[in-house]
């Protein structure tokens, strides 16, 4: 959960608000179901990660770009993703079930 927080945190730091400061807000729900629900909003750059094509994995590492494996592995770790554009803000939510 740590490293796929941090990895949305960090696409918004570096891709959101690409030279200017700007706020990012985060917040945490734990629901009945059980889970654990992360949302992340900021009034950067409008983008949906959930857009980007999967990385090709079974390439060889020569082969394939920096970068780009964050939305990757956020898809594989958590339950559930989604992301939306409200308000002037970017809306990314994670959600993790407790097994």
């Given at each position: 959960?740590?490293?796929?927080?941090?990895?949305?945190?960090?696409?918004?730091?570096?891709?959101?608000?690409?030279?200017?400061?700007?706020?990012?807000?985060?917040?945490?729900?734990?629901?009945?179901?059980?889970?654990?629900?992360?949302?992340?909003?900021?009034?950067?750059?409008?983008?949906?990660?959930?857009s980007?094509?999967?990385?090709?994995?079974?390439a060889?590492?020569?082969?394939?770009?920096?970068?780009?494996?964050?939305?990757?592995?956020?898809?594989?770790?958590?339950?559930?993703?989604?992301?939306?554009?409200?308000?002037?803000?970017?809306?990314?939510?994670?959600?993790?079930?407790?097994?």
């Amino acid at each position: 959960i740590e490293l796929v927080a941090e990895e949305a945190l960090v696409n918004v730091f570096v891709h959101g608000y690409t030279h200017k400061d700007g706020e990012v807000e985060v917040g945490c729900l734990i629901s009945d179901e059980p889970a654990l629900t992360i949302e992340i909003r900021d009034k950067g750059v409008s983008f949906d990660p959930l857009s980007l094509a999967d990385p090709d994995v079974k390439a060889d590492l020569a082969d394939r770009k920096i970068g780009g494996m964050g939305v990757f592995l956020i898809r594989k770790m958590a339950d559930r993703v989604a992301y939306r554009r409200e308000g002037g803000r970017n809306i990314f939510s994670m959600t993790f079930l407790n097994r």
